[in-house]
């Protein structure tokens, strides 16, 4: 896994963490705003944004990138 973070910056630091083959999970005190320019409303302290477009829950990830994983690698 792949992570980024502030390096200058203490407890606040918002890291963003790429999954191989799966979600970003962006931990730390961010504000998620929809296309509307509406705050998405955040039920935990870590999210997983999709990047597979196969969630049903969007932006969240729902886990159907490892359907889509286990789909790939049977074929
Ligand atoms: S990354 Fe998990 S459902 Fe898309």
New binding site residues.
């Given amino acids: 896994m792949n992570s980024v973070s502030n390096p200058q910056s203490d407890n606040d630091d918002v890291t963003i963490t790429v999954?191989p083959d799966?979600?970003l999970l962006v931990r730390g005190p961010v504000t998620l705003i929809d296309a509307d320019g509406n705050p998405i409303k955040k039920e935990r302290p870590t999210i997983?944004?999709?990047?597979?477009?196969?969630?049903s829950i969007a932006p969240f990830?729902?886990?159907?990138?490892?359907k889509?994983r286990r789909r790939q690698s049977s074929t």
């Fill in positions: 999954c799966g979600p997983a944004l999709c990047r597979c477009r196969g969630t990830c729902d886990g159907t990138h490892k889509r």
